[in-house]
Each structure stands twice: as C-alpha cells, then as structure tokens.
C-alpha cells in the first residue's frame, strides 16, 4: 500500500440521519476513513469537491434502487487528490487526482473510491469540472452509443437537456456526429442547451411534442431520444420516433416512470432501452476506461465543454440539492471542500 502519511480520525462531513424529502441533514464530525483499512481493491482521496447529482435526493429520500444503511453521508461524484491505495490497486500513486462515483460518501472532506470506478483528472482539467464530468459524460456516452447506437447524421432529441446530464449529451451528441435537438420545460433554458451545442430548442412541457417540434421548425422525426424526465414526456417523445428509432431510458426526474402503448412500439419497430451506467464500471472495467480515453480526448479538443451552474461550500450543498430537485439550475452544481489554511495533510 502506498500512502501520503494521512493523519486525525474524524472529518467534517454531511450526514443523513433519517431518510425522507427535503431532508434536515447537516455538516457534522464523523469518523473518517483510515488508510490502514483500505480494502486490496481501493483507494483513500481527500476530496477537493463533490458533484451534486438528482439521485442524491432519491437515494435521501429513500427511494433510489441503491439503498444506504442509516446514517450514511450521501454523494456518488467527487474530484479528489489520492492520499492511499490498496494493495491490489496498479498504476496509482498518491498525490494524483482523480475523479469517480462512489455508492455514497462524496461529501465529505475525505472518501473511499474503489479502483473501477475512478479516473485521473486530465491535467488542465480544474476540480470544479473534474466533480461533475465523471457521472454525467460517462452516462451520456454509454446511453448513445452503446445503448442507443446514435450514427452520424442521425438526429438526437435530449428529453431534459438543461441538466448536467442532458447537457453532456448534447456534446456528446454533437462529438458523435449527430443532430441534435434539446427540450427544456424552460425557455429561460434556451442559451445553456444551445451554448452546448444544440442544433436546436424547444421549451416543451406538456401536450403534442411532435406538433411543437413542427411549429419550431425542426422537423418531426428523430432517430433516437434521450430521456432523463419520463412520466407523460416519455410517451409524448416515443411518437416522436421515425421508424426503427431508439428510446434511450436514463432516469426519471418528473418523478414517474412511463406508461408506454406496446402497439406505438410495434408499429415503427421502436427499441426500448435503459441505461443504469452504474454497474457498466465494474462489469466492464476495460470499455471504461476506453469510454473515458475517448472522452478525455474530446475535452482536450474542446469539443467538450462541462457547464458549472454554481459552487457552493459543504454547508451549502442541502438547499443547493432541494434546488436541483426543483429544476433551478442549468448545468452542475459542485460542492468545494478546500484545505482550511494552516492545516498540514
């Protein structure tokens, strides 16, 4: 095991008591993680700052598939700097940074992260966007083009592209060589989905998307949809779906899952698929990491461009959550977790 000489055995972290939505969850000392106990496959970080994703407030409510034994400090992304490595971990020394998913833990000032599902931060890559490039660009990637098998030339509809999410995906969209067309609730959302990239918008929220797809002038048919809100918007962009089209399910931010008719699927010959990216890392470690190498590429082309809606410190980060369950950002909001001045790690 290699290892930076860590010392103390508590450290500031956020901690959910009881599960439930919104939550009273606050900072407090909890036991850290000591790299004497680090299993052969992991590797200690102190976390420089924690990407806020929507699943945190399911897995705080209680509701997500991933369930966390009481009390727990939640966040599944992080940016941090290794401090130690297992004994079964190859080609990672302490003092490199690195970003990844964790099942929970991210915020906290330090965390544990198992090998496969980690990367190095390229080097011009700052924190901020280091905390919110892992989930979102790794999610986006494996839903277009393992799952959705999006083509050049196709055209590519983002159900819920003001997310950090669905902003990836229209980068990622556009670097595979798609049209891409973005849909918001939001017309305030217009600028942030097509300074991604976008080809077009649409501010749609209920009713006929194709029709509105129609009046916006953007055509009607696309090749594949992205969906990260379901609940009615699911039906309304399935019919949106040209002939042989790809329904590409990610997640479920109305808070609803579909109701789809099987006879729309079967007249066009629609595919219906999910993408959970989580079991993807450890399943497949090697399509990762050359998942991430193609990524990694593409932001060092600048053809990836990660949107940082708002910083906010550990303290911050329970009514920056509430306000991302809300849709009030467009982007990622990251948590910054600094060094406090004077203190020798």
Same mark, same amino acid.
């Given at each position: 095991?290699?290892?930076?000489?860590?010392?103390?055995?508590?450290?500031?972290?956020?901690?959910?008591?009881?599960?439930?939505?919104?939550?009273?969850?606050?900072v407090?000392?909890?036991?850290?993680?000591?790299?004497?106990?680090l299993?052969?496959?992991?590797?200690l970080?102190?976390?420089?700052?924690?990407?806020?994703?929507?699943a945190?407030t399911?897995?705080?409510?209680?509701s997500?598939?991933?369930?966390?034994a009481?009390?727990?400090?939640?966040?599944? =992304?992080l940016?941090?700097?290794v401090?130690?490595?297992?004994?079964g971990?190859?080609?990672?020394?302490?003092?490199?940074?690195? %970003?990844?998913?964790?099942?929970?833990?991210?915020?906290?000032?330090?965390?544990?992260?198992?090998?496969?599902?980690?990367?190095?931060? +390229?080097?011009?890559?700052?924190?901020?966007e280091?905390?919110?490039?892992?989930? +979102?660009?790794?999610?986006? @990637?494996?839903?277009?083009?393992?799952?959705?098998?999006?083509?050049?030339?196709?055209?590519?509809?983002?159900?819920?592209?003001?997310?950090?999410?669905? @902003?990836?995906?229209?980068?990622?969209?556009?670097?595979?060589?798609?049209?891409?067309?973005?849909?918001s609730?939001? =017309?305030?959302?217009?600028?942030?989905?097509?300074?991604?990239?976008a080809?077009?918008?649409?501010?749609?929220?209920?009713?006929?998307?194709?029709? &509105?797809?129609?009046?916006?002038d953007v055509?009607?048919?696309?090749?594949?949809?992205l969906?990260?809100?379901?609940?009615?918007?699911?039906?309304? &962009? %399935?019919?949106?779906?040209?002939? =042989?089209?790809?329904?590409?399910?990610?997640?479920?931010?109305?808070?609803?899952?579909?109701? @789809?008719?099987?006879?729309?699927?079967?007249?066009?010959?629609?595919d219906?698929?999910?993408?959970?990216?989580?079991?993807?890392?450890?399943?497949?470690?090697?399509?990762?990491?050359?998942?991430?190498?193609? @990524?990694?590429?593409?932001?060092?082309?600048?053809?990836?461009?990660?949107?940082?809606?708002?910083?906010?410190?550990?303290?911050?980060?329970?009514?920056?959550?509430?306000?991302?369950?809300?849709?009030?950002?467009?982007?990622?909001?990251?948590?910054?977790?600094?060094?406090p001045?004077?203190?020798?790690?």
């Amino acid at each position: 095991m290699t290892t930076a000489n860590p010392s103390g055995n508590t450290m500031r972290a956020l901690l959910v008591r009881e599960t439930g939505w919104p939550n009273g969850m606050q900072v407090t000392e909890v036991p850290r993680p000591q790299a004497q106990a680090l299993d052969a496959d992991s590797v200690l970080v102190r976390v420089r700052a924690a990407g806020l994703n929507f699943a945190d407030t399911l897995s705080i409510g209680g509701s997500y598939q991933e369930k966390q034994a009481l009390p727990f400090v939640p966040g599944a =992304e992080l940016c941090g700097q290794v401090v130690a490595v297992g004994a079964g971990v190859q080609g990672l020394t302490a003092g490199e940074r690195v %970003m990844g998913q964790v099942g929970a833990g991210a915020y906290a000032e330090w965390a544990v992260m198992h090998q496969h599902r980690l990367a190095r931060v +390229p080097t011009a890559m700052p924190d901020d966007e280091a905390a919110g490039f892992y989930i +979102p660009y790794g999610t986006a @990637l494996c839903a277009l083009r393992e799952r959705g098998r999006l083509a050049p030339g196709e055209t590519l509809l983002v159900l819920g592209a003001a997310g950090a999410v669905g @902003l990836a995906a229209v980068q990622v969209g556009k670097a595979l060589g798609a049209r891409v067309i973005g849909v918001s609730r939001s =017309e305030s959302k217009r600028g942030a989905v097509m300074q991604a990239g976008a080809d077009a918008f649409v501010a749609w929220s209920a009713g006929d998307l194709k029709r &509105a797809l129609q009046q916006a002038d953007v055509g009607a048919g696309v090749d594949v949809v992205l969906d990260m809100v379901g609940g009615d918007a699911t039906a309304a &962009a %399935m019919r949106c779906l040209q002939f =042989e089209g790809r329904l590409v399910v990610v997640g479920f931010t109305s808070g609803q899952a579909p109701t @789809l008719r099987a006879n729309h699927i079967l007249v066009k010959n629609i595919d219906i698929v999910g993408c959970y990216w989580g079991p993807y890392q450890q399943l497949r470690p090697a399509q990762t990491r050359q998942s991430f190498q193609t @990524l990694f590429d593409w932001y060092r082309q600048g053809r990836l461009n990660p949107a940082i809606a708002d910083t906010v410190p550990l303290e911050g980060v329970a009514h920056a959550l509430e306000q991302l369950a809300c849709g009030a950002y467009a982007g990622k909001v990251v948590a910054t977790l600094p060094i406090p001045s004077g203190v020798t790690e």
